[in-house]
């Protein structure tokens, strides 16, 4: 198995600011992505977090409001830019472990923007 | 420390019912999720417990008990489309998210 932190766990953001979310994993892992929960509807895959190279974005998601940096196998960074309260969400780190093939999830982080 | 308990496989007939439990010790609790989850795909929000009692939507109802600790996913009328896992994961006083481990289900015709 693999463990995944998030930081922060929750956070309660103006509009019009960022915020960046943090994902360490102590496992080595294949694949890292990121999601997003908001009230009452599924898991939304925002983007693939690429090392060394630039995030693989969904439709509907692009790299100006969702920058994702990946600068090694076990950590990633998601900012979510310039905030409006529909950014109100669970945000939550996702992983593909290299020796199973299993994807884990992390803790989520709690975003509130008001 | 934090733990989450589902049964890592169930197997059921097409056209029955299956209860999925969901046990869990956590430092505080805020609510409960329900996913289901096919192979490859992303998993796929079923239901969100915060208050005691049994919540229905349509062939899928969840259940349940904070004093407990305890929760089940109850599915109607399986098809075979349900064949999945099912993922509880509950969100404790921190708003952190601690993930079961998921229940694999096979619905067998």
């Known amino acids: 198995s693999a463990v995944i932190s998030q930081k922060p766990s929750r956070d309660i953001c103006q509009r019009g600011t960022s915020l960046t979310i943090q994902c360490q994993v102590d496992?080595?892992?294949?694949?890292m992505f990121w999601y997003r929960q908001q009230p009452g509807q599924s898991l939304t895959l925002i983007a693939t977090a690429n090392q060394g190279s630039e995030a693989t974005y969904e439709s509907g998601f692009v790299i100006d409001k969702f920058p994702i940096s990946r600068p090694n196998l076990t950590f990633s960074t998601l900012t979510v830019s310039n905030m409006s309260p529909e950014d109100s969400s669970i945000y939550l780190c996702?992983?593909?472990?290299?020796?199973?093939?299993?994807?884990?999830f992390g803790p989520g982080t709690r975003l509130t923007v008001l | 420390g934090q733990n989450i308990d589902q049964p890592t496989e169930m197997t059921a007939t097409e056209g029955a019912i299956v209860q999925i439990n969901c046990t869990y010790q956590?430092?505080?609790?805020?609510?409960l999720f329900w996913y289901q989850q096919h192979a490859g795909e992303a998993p796929t929000f079923l239901s969100y417990n915060v208050l005691d009692g049994l919540e229905e939507k349509g062939r899928f109802s969840s259940f349940l008990s904070r004093s407990k600790g305890y929760s089940y996913l109850l599915l109607k009328e399986l098809q075979m489309k349900d064949s999945a896992s099912y993922l509880c994961a509950v969100e404790d006083s921190n708003y952190q998210l601690i993930w079961g481990a998921g229940t694999k289900l096979i619905i067998k015709p």
């Open positions: 956590t430092s505080g609790f805020n609510g």
């Open positions: 496992s080595q892992v294949t694949m």
């Open positions: 996702s992983v593909v472990l290299l020796t199973d093939n299993e994807q884990f």
